[in-house]
């Protein structure tokens, strides 16, 4: 079957439709995550203590998951089988003896044939598996050296790509929602209100409520949401981290210009630019160890899934050293403007001349 989006999959799963093999990826990681359960909760219900069994890609074992695909499942219907971020560009950590091929190799005659009381689960939360756009298909595609597994499993089973909303589209179900309250609101507010949120669907939520319990059904104008909605720092705090990874001079000063515009907020312009950075550090050592984005929202008790997902997708583009290095750099910045009257904004300047200095 050729690619599919997430309702398609979900329609499929209400039916009772389910297939021998998926593979799930995207930037939408919290999207791959909660698709991935809604499948394992369709094969196995509640007894995924007997009939799942979670893998980690990179320390796969071709002959154990051949022996596994083959087990007849218990108290359940089918056997399931969820292997987490195996990425073909490098399947094992050391490659030493090994090539990237005979490995990807393997791995596809191992699932060439699934028998029909097993599923298996590709999902990818821990890297970007990179894509293009398709003119003959008029779809995205994946790029990489993923594409070999994508295509083998679009051809004898599902692949879905989860992406996140743009601000247009999230607009227009802003729109929708507030009309479905008996209160009204013109796109380009909704959409002013979704960049407000860093496009994030819950705190969206919240503020439709809060917003349309004070208009009344009165129209959301530009100055209720100036006057009822915090606009986050956040998107240019992550446009800063996102600069300095890239070592663009011009964007990470144009960000921080930015941030020292708004002076009612300047002293919490450093812990927000260190946090962005202990997010990215956090991130990395996670997918390091094998780690999702829920483990790292549980261990840091994380409110906001959008945070760790922009960090998951942005810590591959520095070194865990670089990292290190920046967040050392911040907490000396830190002790300097506690203890010296230095002009703030000449000491963030030099702290993100020094970041981008730093090397992977």
């Not at 003119?135 to 990489?144: A, E, M």
């Not at 409520?209 to 208009?215: E, F, G, P």
Request: glycine share 4%; proline share 1%; with cysteine.
């Amino acid at each position: 079957m050729p690619q599919a989006d997430s309702k398609t999959v979900e329609a499929q799963l209400k039916k009772g439709e389910l297939h021998n093999l998926y593979y799930l990826y995207g930037q939408n990681v919290s999207g791959v995550e909660k698709l991935t359960k809604k499948i394992i909760r369709a094969a196995v219900g509640e007894n995924e203590d007997f009939s799942l069994t979670r893998l980690e890609g990179r320390y796969l074992d071709f002959s154990e998951l051949y022996d596994m695909i083959q087990i007849m499942p218990m108290m359940s219907e089918y056997n399931c089988i969820l292997i987490n971020d195996y990425n073909c560009e490098k399947p094992r950590d050391d490659m030493r003896g090994q090539t990237v091929d005979s490995l990807n190799k393997k791995l596809l005659e191992t699932i060439k044939e699934i028998p029909s009381q097993t599923v298996v689960i590709f999902n990818v939360t821990g890297f970007e598996v990179k894509t293009k756009y398709d003119r003959k298909s008029k779809k995205q595609i994946v790029s990489d050296k993923n594409k070999k597994l994508a295509d083998f499993i679009a051809k004898n089973g599902i692949v879905c790509e989860l992406t996140v909303k743009t601000t247009a589209e999230l607009a227009k179900d802003i729109s929708a929602s507030v009309s479905a309250r008996g209160g009204m609101i013109s796109l380009d507010n909704a959409r002013e209100l979704a960049e407000m949120c860093l496009s994030d669907t819950l705190t969206i939520a919240n503020e439709i409520d809060k917003l349309c319990a004070y208009a009344q059904g009165r129209e959301i104008t530009r100055e209720t949401l100036n006057e009822m909605v915090h606009r986050h720092s956040g998107v240019t705090v992550f446009n800063l981290a996102d600069a300095v990874a890239s070592f663009n001079k011009k964007a990470a000063f144009d960000a921080l210009d930015e941030l020292m515009a708004d002076k009612e907020n300047r002293g919490s312009i450093l812990a927000n630019i260190t946090n962005s950075f202990l997010d990215l550090y956090r991130a990395a050592c996670a997918k390091k160890s094998g780690k999702q984005v829920s483990d790292v929202m549980s261990d840091y008790s994380y409110i906001w899934s959008f945070k760790v997902e922009k960090a998951f997708q942005n810590s591959s583009r520095m070194s865990l050293r670089r990292l290190r290095e920046c967040i050392k750099i911040l907490r000396d910045t830190t002790a300097q403007l506690n203890s010296t009257s230095t002009d703030e904004k000449t000491v963030l300047e030099q702290t993100v001349t020094k970041m981008l200095m730093t090397k992977n």
